[in-house]
């Protein structure tokens, strides 16, 4: 396989997850479109290690995974807060919170 198709497929993946944060008002949606920019990522990472047949890019892949799983607890432990409270987990909201 070449380059040039996990190029293509990594675009494609991060193109959807920006349009899932900019587009989507529920918070879970939103940290989904944020995983599928990170796995976008990854992709690259993985993809351009193997490309230069050096591991540092899959080091930091396994850095971006950590990061992302860290990111989805914060991100999930924050929307059930939401929710908790307002009983929705529309993120427009959110504002309502404000003391």
């Known amino acids: 396989m070449h380059l040039n198709q996990f190029l ?10 920006v349009y899932g944060v900019l587009a989507r008002r529920n918070g879970v949606l939103v940290l989904m479109g944020i995983e599928l920019m990170l796995n976008a990522v990854n992709i690259n990472l993985v993809a351009f290690s193997a490309f230069t047949r050096e591991v540092s890019g899959q080091v930091f892949a396994l850095f971006v995974i950590t990061i992302a799983a860290a ?11 939401i929710y908790r409270n307002l009983r929705s987990p529309d993120l427009d909201q959110v504002e309502q919170l404000k003391g």
């Open 8 to 17: 293509i497929l990594s675009a494609f993946l991060f193109c959807t997850g």
């Open 71 to 81: 990111e989805v607890g914060v991100g999930l432990a924050i929307v059930l807060l």
